[in-house]
């Protein structure tokens, strides 16, 4: 079993920075594929970045660029470096791990496990 808890999240200007940590307990997530998944008021969740158990990483067109995922396996912690902001960022951003050490072709159709609460990001402009 795995819990995931979200932090970082808050108000910022368009153009500004954040960064969304990710702590995990209970099993280990050193090999685990982790991913950040955001949703906007009215839209479908969305996958924006993904990292496999290897290291391998993946964006959403929409991040790639001015997003940046990192993982500190000794803290179990996942990161998300989330640059240059627009207001179209704004969304409750979730983090979600899976068992899966390799990551798929279609990694933003992988059905994660395990799931977070949430930690909402504003962007205004």
């Known amino acids: 079993q795995v819990r995931l808890a979200e932090s970082g999240g808050g108000s910022v200007q368009a153009g500004g920075s954040l960064r969304l940590s990710c702590a995990s307990s209970?099993?280990?997530?050193?090999?685990?594929?982790m991913a950040w998944f955001r949703q906007a008021p009215g839209k479908e969740r969305e996958a924006v970045a993904v990292?496999?158990?290897?290291?391998?990483?993946a964006y959403a067109d929409s991040v790639q660029g001015r997003f940046i995922i990192s993982k500190d396996n000794p803290k179990y912690t996942l990161y998300l470096e989330m640059n240059s902001l627009k207001p179209e960022d704004t969304a409750i951003y979730y983090c979600?791990?899976?068992?899966?050490?390799?990551?798929?072709?279609?990694?933003?159709?992988?059905?994660?496990?395990?799931w977070g609460q949430g930690t909402q990001v504003t962007v205004s402009s």
């Open positions: 979600a791990a899976d068992q899966r050490f390799w990551l798929p072709p279609n990694w933003w159709s992988i059905d994660f496990r395990y």
């Open positions: 209970g099993d280990s997530t050193s090999t685990y594929s």
């Open positions: 990292r496999g158990g290897d290291g391998t990483t």
